[in-house]
């Protein structure tokens, strides 16, 4: 017996809407409910606490910091690895056995678990890891990278950093391809230099990945979690504290689920605002290019 076409369609997408709404949505909507409540993740009858728990976030100096923090490592962190990844691309961005082995050693470190990473890292930028016994060795003191705040939030952006453009470098590589070589060889015809054949030819003929790349970045690192547990454990004195990790710290270190959840769901509503607006920009941008 054949079905109908409709109802192939809703047979075919039952397993993926069942997936979406037990691992999406009814986690959403219990963490929406938590958020209203005292929960301590204990009690197994939460009491309503009504906005108390938003109310407090928006005075919690923690939070303010975790925001900050989270803030400097997004911004940072999105811009350097579109211009690492767009750099490395177009310097790939040719034929050759050499250039293949580079874009997969380039890429290997985002598929290392972060945490994984933060470790690897840790034991490189640490105390008593490899570059302080370098430099004991030659007689200086080690560079506070993970014992000094300002030090531990750079050392944090830049180990996000190179565990995360390699993905860049990937899809401006896949949109470089998309260039037509007509157009280049129009441009050299025309006199165009390099820098002019790149910012008339093939940055306009980039926008899609601009958008992939700059919406991808963006929306990861606001949710970096792993490598700061691994590099500095939020340390120190909770200096390095993401939104993320405060989240996960006040959640289940503290026994506050129901505050944790309030500040998840309005992480959650930041990443979709700035999404979605981030996004609507760059369209704009893609559509007067194209127009």
Same mark, same amino acid.
């Given at each position: 017996?054949?079905?109908?076409?409709?109802?192939?369609?809703?047979?075919?997408?039952?397993?993926?809407?069942?997936?979406?709404?037990?691992?999406?949505?009814?986690?959403?909507?219990?963490?929406?409910?938590?958020?209203?409540?005292?929960?301590?993740?204990?009690?197994?009858?939460?009491?309503?606490?009504?906005?108390?728990?938003?109310?407090?976030?928006?005075?919690?100096?923690?939070?303010?910091?975790?925001?900050?923090?989270?803030?400097?490592?997004? %911004? *940072?962190?999105?811009?350097?690895?579109?211009?690492?990844? /767009?750099? $490395? @691309?177009? #310097?790939?961005?040719? &034929?050759?056995? =050499?250039?293949?082995?580079?874009?997969?050693?380039?890429?290997?470190?985002?598929?290392?678990?972060?945490?994984?990473?933060?470790?690897?890292?840790?034991?490189?930028?640490?105390?008593?890891?490899?570059?302080?016994?370098?430099?004991?060795?030659?007689?200086?003191?080690?560079?506070?990278?993970?014992?000094?705040?300002?030090?531990?939030?750079?050392?944090?952006?830049?180990? %996000? *950093?190179?565990?995360?453009?390699?993905?860049?470098?990937? /899809?401006? $590589? @896949?949109? #470089?391809?998309?260039? &037509?070589?007509? =157009?280049?060889?129009?441009?050299?015809?025309?006199?165009?230099?390099?820098?002019?054949?790149?910012?008339?030819?093939?940055?306009?003929?980039?926008?899609?990945?601009?958008?992939?790349?700059?919406?991808?970045?963006?929306?990861?690192?606001?949710?970096?979690?792993?490598?700061?547990?691994?590099?500095?454990?939020?340390?120190?004195?909770?200096?390095?504290?993401?939104?993320?990790?405060?989240?996960?710290?006040?959640?289940?270190?503290?026994?506050?689920?129901?505050?944790?959840?309030?500040?998840?769901?309005?992480?959650?509503?930041?990443?979709?605002?700035?999404?979605?607006?981030?996004?609507?920009?760059?369209?704009?941008?893609?559509?007067?290019?194209?127009?």
């Amino acid at each position: 017996m054949t079905l109908p076409l409709g109802a192939s369609h809703a047979v075919l997408l039952t397993p993926a809407t069942i997936m979406i709404v037990l691992f999406m949505i009814v986690p959403i909507v219990l963490a929406a409910y938590l958020s209203f409540t005292d929960w301590d993740g204990l009690t197994p009858n939460p009491q309503s606490v009504g906005w108390d728990n938003y109310t407090r976030l928006l005075h919690d100096a923690d939070v303010g910091h975790a925001a900050i923090v989270t803030l400097i490592v997004t %911004v *940072v962190g999105t811009l350097a690895c579109n211009a690492a990844g /767009l750099g $490395l @691309a177009l #310097l790939l961005n040719r &034929p050759g056995r =050499l250039n293949t082995v580079l874009r997969a050693v380039v890429f290997y470190p985002y598929v290392i678990g972060p945490i994984i990473i933060g470790f690897l890292w840790s034991a490189i930028l640490g105390a008593n890891g490899a570059i302080a016994h370098v430099f004991s060795n030659a007689g200086h003191s080690p560079l506070p990278f993970l014992s000094d705040p300002t030090w531990a939030i750079g050392s944090i952006v830049a180990v %996000v *950093v190179w565990s995360q453009f390699g993905v860049n470098v990937v /899809l401006y $590589l @896949a949109g #470089l391809q998309t260039v &037509p070589p007509a =157009l280049h060889e129009a441009a050299r015809v025309d006199g165009a230099g390099r820098w002019q054949t790149f910012r008339s030819v093939t940055w306009p003929m980039l926008a899609p990945s601009v958008t992939v790349n700059l919406v991808l970045v963006l929306v990861g690192l606001l949710r970096v979690y792993e490598i700061v547990l691994a590099l500095t454990g939020g340390g120190p004195a909770g200096r390095t504290n993401t939104f993320a990790f405060l989240i996960l710290s006040e959640s289940f270190r503290a026994n506050h689920l129901g505050y944790g959840a309030a500040q998840a769901i309005t992480l959650m509503v930041v990443i979709a605002a700035l999404a979605l607006g981030l996004t609507a920009l760059r369209r704009r941008a893609e559509d007067a290019v194209t127009a």
